[in-house]
């Protein structure tokens, strides 16, 4: 069990492009999350994943952002378009059913 | 959804001394978990505590379901307890029941 991983850990972009992050859950866990948070506040739901289907989406997720989880493992969260707003920590998760989540490091994105 | 908030938001603490943390929810949970976000943004999930008590070295918490809170005790604390640490909780059914959502924390200052 090596946790849940991240990539990158740091991302700087200009304005107006595209970005992309990547999450690998821990194995054995059929549930994956997204996540995001602002300076200050406790992290905010985007989105879930069970195995490669999404089933429920935050009214946060715009019509910019997109997720996929192709064969129900790695994840990966699209932004597009990038704004100065979507400067934020974006942390993903797993979990199995009865346990807790388990949180990734995160990626924390700064667009200029 | 459910509405988790934390009290108190902010707290500084002698070393050695000890506390007690608060997080009151609106509804019935199914998941209820106390995380420490250490400086670098890392999330470590502390206790998954839906119901009943539990203890992990200095640490322990009690969550009454039936009354809608919980309580992390720390004891003798340390200058590594610092940080800012989040209650979150997902709603026992309906819709979100897989949202896991956080409260605003409370920041633990602990000085030598």
């Known amino acids: 069990d090596t946790g849940v991983s991240q990539d990158p850990r740091h991302k700087i972009t200009k304005r107006g492009q595209n970005v992309t992050f990547r999450c690998d859950p821990i194995?054995?866990?059929?549930?994956l999350y997204w996540y995001r948070q602002t300076l200050g506040q406790g992290p905010e739901f985007l989105t879930y994943?069970?195995?490669?289907?999404?089933?429920?989406k935050s009214r946060l997720l715009s019509d910019r952002f997109s997720a996929e989880r192709p064969k129900g493992s790695f994840s990966t969260l699209e932004i597009q378009r990038t704004e100065q707003g979507d400067s934020a920590m974006y942390l993903c998760?797993?979990?199995?059913?009865?346990?807790?989540?388990?949180f990734g490091s995160g990626t924390r994105l700064t667009v200029v | 959804g459910i509405q988790v908030e934390q009290s108190p938001p902010d707290l500084i603490l002698q070393e050695g001394a000890n506390s007690t943390l608060r997080c009151n929810f609106s509804?019935?949970?199914?998941?209820l978990q106390w995380f420490h976000q250490n400086p670098w943004g890392q999330l470590i999930n502390l206790f998954y505590i839906p119901s009943g008590t539990k203890q992990n070295g200095r640490l322990s918490a009690t969550t009454v379901a039936t009354e809608r809170y919980s309580l992390l005790y720390i004891s003798s604390s340390q200058t590594t307890d610092s940080g800012v640490y989040f209650c979150?909780?997902?709603?026992?059914?309906?819709?979100?029941?897989?949202?896991?959502?956080f409260g605003k924390g409370t920041k633990l200052s602990v000085i030598p």
């Open positions: 979150a909780a997902t709603p026992y059914s309906g819709a979100g029941s897989y949202q896991l959502t």
């Open positions: 994943f069970q195995n490669e289907a999404q089933l429920e």
């Open positions: 998760a797993s979990s199995s059913a009865g346990y807790g989540y388990t």
């Open positions: 509804d019935s949970v199914n998941n």
């Open positions: 194995s054995e866990h059929n549930r």
